[in-house]
C-alpha cells in the first residue's frame, strides 16, 4: 500500500509487544515507512490492502455445448483477490542503461498484457503513473536493511545477520515436453538482513532449468533502518 511496507520479519520479542498483546499483533502487517525507518516497530498497523469476493464463473464443455454432462446450465463461484487500496511499485535501475521512459513504458506493456497465471483471461492488468513526489527512502545510518521483495540471498552480499520466512517458488515452461524447473527457496519479503556495507539492493540470479536454461531473478531493493533490541524492558541500538 501506499507509505506502507510489510512489517519486519522478526520474533515478536523484537518488537517490545506485551504477552497479552501477541494475538492482536500478528494481525498488523503494515507498518509506515516513516515509524520503520526510525526504529518504531512496534507501530505496525492493519490496513485494508485486499478482500476476496465471490466471482460468478461458468464452463463450457466443447463437445456437448452445455455447462455439464447432464446440459443443465450449472455456473460455479471461486473466490479472487481484489486491491481495494493503490499498489505502488518500486523499481531501481542503472540510469547509464536506461531512461525513465523506457522503464514506463515497459511496466505499462506488462500492465495492458496482464501479470500473473490468469492473464490469459483478461486478469492482472494494470496502469502505472510516476510518483515525480518520490525522491527516494530516507538516508538512515544502519547496518540493518528490510527487503521488499522475495530474494535468493547472496554470499557476495556480506549478510552477517537475517531474519526471514522461506517460499519456494515451483516455475514451469509454458507449452513444453519438459514443463517443471527447479524448485527455487526464497527469503520472503520484509526479511530483515544486517550487510557489512552498505547497499541499495541484495540477491542474486539462477538458473533453474533443467534441459533448457530458464533464468529466476532473486534480487530486491533494501531500506535501511533503525533497529533496536529490548532487555530489561529498555531499548538498545544494535
Known amino acids: 500500500p501506499d507509505n506502507y511496507l510489510y512489517k ?3 520474533p515478536l520479542s523484537e518488537f ?21 525507518q526510525n526504529g518504531n516497530l512496534l507501530n505496525c498497523e492493519e490496513v485494508d490492502f485486499f478482500e476476496e469476493r465471490n466471482v460468478i464463473k461458468n464452463s463450457i464443455n466443447r463437445k456437448t455445448f452445455s455447462t455439464d454432462d447432464s446440459g443443465v446450465f450449472a455456473p460455479y463461484s471461486i473466490k479472487e483477490l ?10 531501481l ?9 523506457e522503464v514506463e513504458n515497459i511496466l505499462s506493456l506488462i500492465g ?14 494494470f496502469e502505472i503513473e510516476i510518483d515525480k513526489n518520490f525522491k527516494g527512502f530516507k538516508k538512515v545510518d544502519s547496518n540493518y536493511y528490510i527487503t521488499l521483495s522475495p530474494t535468493i540471498f547472496n554470499k557476495n552480499d556480506e549478510i552477517e545477520n537475517c531474519f526471514y520466512d522461506v517460499w519456494s517458488k515451483f516455475g514451469k515452461f509454458h507449452s513444453s515436453q ?4 527447479k524448485p527455487v527457496v526464497f ?21 533453474n532449468g533443467y534441459e533448457k536454461k530458464s533464468f529466476v531473478q532473486g534480487y530486491s531493493i533494501v531500506v535501511p533502518f533503525e533497529y533496536k533490541e529490548w532487555k530489561d524492558g529498555k531499548k538498545k541500538n544494535r
Open 8 to 10: 519486519p520479519t522478526l
Open 16 to 36: 517490545g509487544v506485551d504477552d497479552d498483546e501477541k494475538k492482536d499483533f500478528r494481525k498488523k502487517e503494515f507498518i509506515s515507512f516513516e515509524n520503520l
Open 93 to 101: 535501475f542503472d540510469e547509464t542503461i536506461f531512461k525513465l521512459e
Open 187 to 207: 527469503a520472503k519479503s520484509s526479511a530483515v538482513v544486517k550487510l557489512k556495507n552498505k547497499k541499495e539492493y541484495i540477491g542474486k540470479a539462477l538458473n
Open 82 to 91: 481484489f486491491f481495494v487500496n493503490n499498489i505502488v511499485l518500486y523499481a
Open 112 to 125: 495492458k498484457s496482464g501479470f500473473g497465471k490468469k492473464s490469459s483471461i483478461g486478469k492482472g492488468q
Open 178 to 181: 519438459t514443463p517443471f524447473k
